[in-house]
């Protein structure tokens, strides 16, 4: 009788040490969802940008951007164009026909209808988006993907977004 019990209770201990890795995938995918929008101490998103702090106009710091220089380190500013409807996790940043996507890595949220103008403390890069994550953003903006379109995109990895009046 010893024997029989064995392969259950051995059939046993192996479902209940599955659970944690159940339970750590459920965490992980709840770790994607981006926070409710939520205003900082100085009324902005994500980190405080420091008043004093001095911002570059988006198309000047996109004109540093070169083979030496993939990427800026600062505080940009322009003109809020699309937001993320979905989740607020990402915004466009514009400065005449110049643009740059704001990433915020799901630390933080945007409300859905920010707008206006807006200076935003990150890094600013040039990266070329793989078919997946093209597809991916084109979804997101609500227009259909084109294979044939440049798939180089400016972003900021953004620690902090601040509306300006």
């Known amino acids: 009788m010893m024997f029989k ?9 192996a479902l209940t040490s599955l659970q944690p890795a159940f339970a750590e995938d459920a965490h992980a995918e709840a770790a994607h969802a ?3 929008p939520s205003v ?5 998103y994500g980190e405080v940008i420091p008043a004093e702090a001095k911002s570059d106009a988006l198309g000047a710091a996109l004109g540093r951007l070169d083979a030496e220089h ?3 380190d600062g505080v940009f500013s322009g003109r809020v164009g699309k937001v993320c409807q979905k989740q607020g996790c990402w915004m466009q940043l514009l400065d005449g026909e110049q643009s740059a996507r704001v ?3 799901h630390k933080f949220a945007l409300p859905k209808d920010f707008s206006g103008n807006a200076v935003v403390s990150g890094k600013l890069e040039r990266i070329e988006l793989s ?3 093209a597809k991916h953003m084109a979804e997101d903006q609500g227009q259909s993907f084109d294979p044939a379109a440049s798939r180089v995109e400016y972003r900021i990895q ?3 977004v601040a509306g300006l009046n």
């Open 158 to 160: 953004a620690l902090g």
């Open 70 to 72: 993939s990427s800026v």
């Open 131 to 133: 078919e997946k994550e």
């Open 103 to 105: 990433m915020t890595q």
């Open 5 to 13: 019990l064995a392969p259950l209770a051995l059939a046993l201990i």
């Open 40 to 44: 900082n101490a100085a009324g902005g």
């Open 34 to 36: 981006a926070p409710a």
